[in-house]
Every structure is written in C-alpha cells, then in structure tokens.
C-alpha cells in the first residue's frame, strides 16, 4: 500500500494551496519539490474584491484609482481597488496552513512518474522512490502533465525595476495599471508594450514594461529599454534600483490530455488566463473544489486509474472548456494588433461597464456570460477591428468560438 494518499509536485502558490486542500480532505499528502522552502520572488497583483479574508490579510498596498493611459483619452481612471500581495507574506501563510493540516514535505527533483493499477510512483533524481495513489504536478512547467501539439505558443514578458526617487507624479491612492501611449522613439510595427507602475511610497515605486502577448517573445533588453525610454516620458528619475523583475509566461497553452493519470493544477494544467497572464487567485479558489474530487476519487469503488482520471473533469470543467476556447481566440487575436491598433482595443474595452471588463478579467464568468461581454466588446470596436474579428472568426480558429458562443 502506498504511504501516501497524494504527492504534489512543486511548493509554489498552486502546490501548497492544492496540499493543504487534500490534507484538510482526509488524504495523507505529501509535497515534493527541489527545495520546499525557497524564497519566492513574483510579485502579484489582484482585483481586491478577488480577495478573500486571509488573502486580504496579505496585501501590501492597494489603490482606489488604477488608472489607463491612450493617447486619445489621455487618463481613464477605473472603478475598482487594485491591490499587490506581499510575497512574503502570501508564501508564509499558505505554508503555515499547509503544516497545520498535515502536509509532509520532501526535498527533491522528480524526474520521472511511473504507475500501476494500485498507484504511482515518483522517482528524484538522486534515486529515491516515492509512492502515492496519486499525483498531481504543480510545478507551473508541468513537467509530466502531457498536452497536445496545438498552434504556436505566445507568450507574455516583463521587465520591472523597483527604483528609489526623489520624487514621482503619483498621489496617494493613484497607480499606472496600463499606459498604452507609444513609448518615445517607438515605431508602429514594433510590437506593443504597456507600462504599469505601482507607487510604494513617496520615494519608492515598482515599474515594469510589459508585452501583454506576441507570438515572439519580446526579449528582456528590449523591454528594459522601452521602460527606461518611457520613465524619461514620465520624468521619473531612478536613484537606485533594489530589485529587478523578469517575467516570461506562456500565454496559450493547449489544454492537457485528461486521459492521463498525472494529475495537473495551476500553470501546469494551463490555468494562466490565455488573454492576461492572470492565474494565481483563481488557482488558490479552485483548489478546495478540486480537493473534494480527488478525495471522492481516491474513496470511489472504481478502479484507480479510471477514478483518478475523472478528476480532471473538475480541474477543466465543460463551462471552463468552453471559456478557454474564447479566450484563446481573443489571446490569438490580439497578437495581430500593432502597438496603434492594441492601443484603441483597450480604450475600447475599458469604455465598457466595470461590471463586464471585470468578469472578462476575472476568468471565471459563465461561457454564456462570457460569450455576451465579447459580443458588447465586438459592438463597441471600430469599423476595420470588427471586421478584422469577424474574418478571425470565420476562420479555422473561430469554430471553438463560435461553439462557445452557442453553448447553453
């Protein structure tokens, strides 16, 4: 019999949340990853009414006016808090949690994953042999979660600085969530980049240019030319800088076959949002629900391999299925528009109510829901963006659109 009930590969947000939820369940969890206890080093950022209690309890600084730049509106300030979750913070409480429901942890690197009618086992690589009935990778490359080959991949990068000044422009309670102007000196054919920029105090302040999604990753020394060209715009002059950010995040991810028996979670289940980047809140929410089946599952009279498959019905329900595929066509569409083009979309978009870019944003409205925030967008675009769309959606890649579109 196997020691364990569950081995979670990777000690990230997804990994412990994930754990802690199997523990909480009654399972005998374990967590494997190279070194449980490294310091994690992402900033994140979230919607504050995304935030429950205990995830409120780790946020650092909010703002009450995120604010979008175009050079046609100048500032549109927006109706919603935005908040930056302290790392630290965030890392210490998940780990905490997940000690106090039970979860082991392991130091090691897997390097393969073998299975039997009775379970699966994880094999480091200095030899050592782990045994669960099951296993979920959440090592965000999802190593052993295999997908299918499906279009080229786009991906999304950042450059960030955390920079002392003497002075930047921002009030209290302001921050730079996009500036889509065209950085100075930029030519239209480049690709597009945006500025968002979060002011830590009166002398201190975290900026970061940002390619949202190209097919070609933009590579780091361009954007950190383009953030240093856009802080002269600014008149933000860095003093000193304590820290830099690199960030390079696959955007569209096919889908996972959910025939196989290593479980995945988070960014190794292509949970990453495929038209923002976005996928830690949504991760830790999911976690609890995924929990509970893989709990009925490890219960469930059926055969392990079959009852442990059924859990990806959970982690990639019909109605998320269904999202991803209109997501996706939205992340493919926007690796077309030029820096001009991507800069009138998201005027656009952040002209619609609060209400419908937010559950857009949010990744976790219904596909009907969903498909109506897109039809409102497709409304209120220019003549040549909408008709742009509607080739898009003619093509090979728009019948899962339009299969999204017609869900009930």
Same mark, same amino acid.
């Given at each position: ?21 199997? %523990? ?5 969890t *374990?967590?494997?990853?190279?070194? @449980? ?15 429950? =209690?205990?995830l409120?309890?780790?946020v650092?600084n ?21 908040? *930056?979750?302290e &790392? ?10 997940a000690?106090?429901?039970?979860v $082991?942890?392991? /130091? ?5 994953? $073998? ?6 086992t ?20 999802? /190593? ?11 991906y999304?990068?950042?450059?960030? =600085?955390?920079?002392?000044?003497d =002075? ?13 102007? @065209?950085?100075?000196? %930029? ?17 201190l302040?975290?900026?970061? =240019?940002? /390619? ?9 020394? &361009?954007?950190? /030319? ?16 304590h ?17 196989q ?26 976690? @609890?629900?995924? %929990? ?9 009279? *059926?055969p ?19 999202n ?19 800069? &009138?979309?998201?005027? &656009?978009?952040f ?43 003619t ?6 659109l ?7």
């Amino acid at each position: 019999m196997a020691p364990h009930d569950l081995i979670v590969l990777g000690a990230g947000p997804a990994g412990l949340s994930l754990a802690e939820a199997c %523990a909480d369940s009654g399972m005998h969890t *374990q967590c494997v990853a190279p070194d @449980p206890d490294l310091r994690w080093t992402q900033r994140f950022g979230a919607w504050w009414d995304e935030l429950d =209690e205990d995830l409120q309890t780790c946020v650092d600084n909010s703002w009450a006016a995120p604010s979008v730049f175009t050079a046609a509106d100048g500032e549109r300030m927006l109706d919603r808090r935005y908040a *930056q979750i302290e &790392t630290p913070r965030l890392q210490h409480m998940l780990r905490q949690r997940a000690d106090a429901s039970g979860v $082991s942890f392991a /130091s090691g690197r897997a390097v393969e994953v $073998s299975h039997t009618d009775t379970g699966s086992t994880v094999t480091l690589q200095d030899g050592q042999q782990l045994s669960a009935r099951a296993v979920v990778d959440a090592t965000g490359a999802g /190593s052993f979660v295999s997908r299918p080959v499906r279009g080229a991949m786009a991906y999304q990068a950042a450059y960030g =600085e955390l920079i002392e000044v003497d =002075e930047h422009p921002f009030d209290m309670g302001e921050m730079v969530y996009m500036d889509l102007r @065209p950085v100075p000196g %930029a030519r239209k054919e480049d690709p597009p980049t945006f500025l968002y920029a979060m002011p830590l105090g009166k002398n201190l302040i975290f900026v970061e =240019e940002t /390619s949202l999604i190209a097919r070609l990753a933009v590579p780091q020394v &361009t954007l950190q /030319s383009r953030l240093a060209r856009r802080l002269a715009a600014w008149r933000i002059e860095p003093k000193a800088t304590h820290d830099v950010e690199r960030c390079l995040i696959p955007m569209t991810m096919a889908l996972p076959d959910r025939r196989q028996r290593v479980l995945g979670f988070g960014m190794a289940a292509s949970m990453v949002h495929p038209a923002t980047g976005y996928q830690v809140i949504r991760t830790l929410r999911r976690a @609890p629900t995924v %929990a509970r089946a893989l709990a009925d599952a490890l219960g469930s009279d *059926q055969p392990l391999p079959r009852s442990v498959g059924s859990v990806w019905n959970h982690i990639w329900t019909r109605d998320d299925v269904r999202n991803w595929e209109l997501y996706a066509f939205g992340a493919r569409f926007l690796t077309t528009l030029d820096q001009p083009r991507c800069e &009138t979309f998201f005027r &656009t978009f952040f002209s619609l109510p609060t209400s419908d870019w937010a559950a857009y944003l949010s990744g976790s409205p219904t596909s009907g829901q969903l498909a109506r925030v897109m039809t409102r967008m497709f409304a209120a675009l220019d003549p040549r963006t909408r008709w742009d769309l509607m080739r898009a959606g003619t093509s090979r890649h728009g019948a899962p659109l339009l299969r999204a579109a017609l869900a009930k």
